[in-house]
């Protein structure tokens, strides 16, 4: 979920991501999460203690004003965003090494058919 503030409208949140604010707990499906106080004011949900709380991952990319939500990770969140070595052929066949675009920001885009 893309987001251009650290509040977002609670329906706009169960959109996005399927967790409803009701009252001070979130809930998705059967599983209900009370909420630390102060994380809900009326319609305005706190992105970060909501993500703190879920163990959602939660970048920011402060040069564009822009923060990122991923999904709850159920405590198996990455500890670095230091991406392993990959090497694989581009279009042309030659080999491609991510370790050439350090320093810059990338975006990995995986697919598995099952």
């Known amino acids: 979920m ?3 503030s650290l509040t977002v409208d609670r329906d706009e949140l169960a959109r996005r991501t399927g967790w409803e604010i009701k009252g001070v707990t979130a809930c998705k499906g059967d599983a209900c999460v009370p909420l630390p ?3 809900v004011r009326g ?3 706190d992105v970060a203690a909501f993500a703190t ?3 959602m991952p939660l970048v920011a990319d ?3 004003g822009l923060w990122s939500l991923g999904p709850e990770s159920g ?3 990455l500890t670095t965003a230091a ?3 990959l090497e694989l052929p581009d279009l042309d ?5 991510l370790r050439s675009l350090r320093g810059q920001k990338v975006v990995l885009v995986a697919w598995a058919s099952w």
């Open 93 to 97: 066949g030659k080999m491609f090494s």
């Open 2 to 4: 893309l987001l251009d």
């Open 53 to 55: 709380r879920l163990r």
């Open 75 to 77: 405590g198996r969140a």
């Open 43 to 45: 319609n305005a949900v």
């Open 83 to 85: 991406a392993p070595d």
């Open 62 to 64: 402060t040069a564009h």
């Open 37 to 39: 106080a102060g994380t």
